[in-house]
């Protein structure tokens, strides 16, 4: 086991990860990220984590000082979803976390039964989704944890042949984030923290909500749903985090499949999916569509 070890001193923390990694000082701010190369191990997210729980837990502010267990990295590849379920320690109950459950079915009967994303059946059938239930109240501890995940999801490495490795989390304790306005809020929050760290254009956030809307929509200020939104829309709010360089490969795949007579680029691909996806979801309705939303809500949930 390694510990790591947090001191204050005028409002700085020096987080020290002992066996060999580096260490830092970093303000206790969320928006402060360290960037990529002060850490030396991707164990720095359990620096994050700490943080969060010395904040929730401590009422009278930060304490002085402070250590934490930190479980040892596994050797070798294994599915994406186990690994994440180890450096977490817990599996997500889905049993008992009904938003975590909600968002399963969605993933299997929408956007794998429906073929929304054409590369979902093969993340879902290898365990390369990795399902996380976040139980963080306050937008900056749920960005803190984001943001960890963000960067243990850059550090992986999947074997070729053996999977990728992606992550969607759900955050039910967090209950402002229903408010689609405010999640965008902290969707942009998160993004821009990806870049002061180091990650824009290592790890991408895709957007997934109840009320989730395109953005010419919204500029319009449209207020008859239009189908096509619904590839978007989920049963609670998610954030899903991808490695670009596997959503890179995914388009140069599917490129390869087209005509030669089309645009033959990433954007192009990208383009061909997002068109193809809102013919379907038109011609299916929006009625249909709520459907598919409501039969993914736990029961207590629908009545």
């Not at 900056?140 to 999977?163: F, S, V, Y």
């Not at 089309?262 to 996806?277: C, F, I, K, L």
Request: hydrophobic share 40%.
């Amino acid at each position: 086991m390694a510990v790591v070890h947090l001191h204050c001193s005028n409002h700085d923390w020096v987080i020290a990860l002992e066996e060999g990694c580096s260490a830092s000082s970093q303000r206790p701010r969320v928006r402060v990220q360290a960037r990529s190369e002060v850490w030396g191990s991707p164990r720095w997210i359990w620096a994050l984590l700490a943080l969060a729980l010395l904040w929730r837990t401590d009422g009278k502010g930060w304490p002085q000082t402070a250590s934490f267990a930190v479980p040892p990295l596994q050797s070798g590849w294994r599915p994406w979803a186990e690994q994440v379920e180890a450096l977490v320690g817990a599996p997500t109950p889905l049993h008992s976390c009904q938003q975590a459950a909600a968002l399963q079915t969605w993933v299997q009967k929408v956007v794998v039964g429906h073929n929304l994303c054409p590369w979902a059946a093969d993340t879902t059938r290898t365990g390369s989704l990795a399902l996380v239930s976040l139980e963080e109240e306050s937008e900056e501890e749920l960005a803190a944890q984001i943001l960890g995940h963000a960067q243990l999801l850059a550090d992986a490495e999947p074997p070729e042949g053996q999977g990728g490795a992606t992550t969607m989390l759900v955050a039910p304790r967090c209950p402002s984030i229903l408010d689609f306005e405010a999640y965008l809020e902290l969707c942009a929050w998160v993004e821009e923290a990806l870049e002061d760290s180091g990650l824009d254009g290592v790890v991408q956030l895709a957007r997934f909500h109840p009320d989730f809307q395109f953005a010419d929509s919204l500029a319009d200020g449209a207020s008859k749903l239009d189908a096509a939104d619904f590839v978007g829309r989920s049963p609670f709010p998610a954030f899903h985090l991808l490695r670009e360089q596997e959503v890179s490969a995914a388009l140069d795949g599917f490129e390869r499949k087209q005509s030669e007579e089309e645009e033959d680029d990433r954007e192009a691909a990208g383009r061909t999916v997002a068109e193809r996806n809102s013919r379907f979801l038109r011609r299916r309705g929006v009625e249909a569509c709520l459907r598919d939303l409501s039969d993914c809500l736990p029961s207590e949930a629908t009545s």
